[in-house]
């Protein structure tokens, strides 16, 4: 479940949040933290082969199934951003 927040290059779920690290011609990368620890578990990134954003795991983590959807729904939200900035 995403939790509003002020700051436009953050989002915040309920088990992760990520915080905007670069921004690239058309698209941006993104750290993907836990809220807890705060450590970065990975990056969320344009993967050119698959035109589309992915999750590129930093560590070896496990992820509960709502730590999935909050990723999944992440990844969501900035391909329909980029849909709408072409």
């Known amino acids: ?3 509003d927040i002020t700051d436009n290059d953050a989002r915040a779920y309920e088990y992760v949040h990520f915080e905007k690290v670069e921004d690239k011609p058309k698209t941006s990368v993104w750290s993907c933290r836990n809220n807890r620890s705060k450590d970065e578990l990975g990056l969320v990134k344009w993967y050119s082969p698959w ?8 560590v070896q983590a496990v992820y509960s199934p709502g730590c ?3 990723i999944n729904d992440f990844i969501a939200s900035q391909m329909k951003a980029r849909v709408t900035h072409d």
């Not at 035109?51 to 930093?58: G, H, L, S, T, W």
């Open 1 to 3: 479940m995403k939790t």
């Open 51 to 58: 035109r589309c954003y992915c999750y590129f795991p930093a």
């Open 68 to 70: 999935l959807v909050d």
